[in-house]
Nanobody, 123 residues
Framework: QVQLVESGGGLVQAGGSLRLSCAASGRTFSSYGMGWFRQAPGKEREFVAGINWSGGSTYYVDSVKGRFTISRDNAKNTVYLQMNSLKPEDTAVYYC????????????????WGQGTQVTVSS
């Protein structure tokens, strides 16, 4: 079992940057693949980015490629999402999630979820 707590959300102007963090409890953080998802009002939750257990492989949805970067620090039990060149359409609640580790990151199979952090991008 792992518990996830997100932080770093807030209000930012279009073109700005935010860095989200997700702190995980437990001693087995490196055995999990990690991901970031988001849900905008009236829309379904969507996968944003994933990272494998070591941090050596990442995967992004097309709409954030080149703007967002997922990374992890296994010594700190933390995964990050650096978001640059933010757009109003990036406004959503962002969720951190964990899944059993695989060699490559995935957009599926996540079983543990954080409570979410709000990101609002003004135009």
């Amino acid at each position: 079992q792992v518990q996830l707590v997100e932080s770093g959300g807030g209000l930012v102007q279009a073109g700005g940057s935010l860095r989200l963090s997700c702190a995980a409890s437990g001693r087995t953080f490196s055995s999990y693949g990690m991901g970031w998802f988001r849900q905008a009002p009236g829309k379904e939750r969507e996968f944003v980015a994933g990272i494998n257990w070591s941090g050596g492989s990442t995967y992004y949805v097309d709409s954030v490629k080149g703007r967002f970067t997922i990374s992890r620090d296994n010594a700190k039990n933390t995964v990050y999402l650096q978001m640059n060149s933010l757009k109003p359409e990036d406004t959503a609640v962002y969720y951190c999630a964990a899944r059993p580790a695989t060699l490559f990151p995935s957009k599926d199979g996540y079983v543990h979820w954080g409570q979410g952090t709000q990101v609002t991008v003004s135009s």
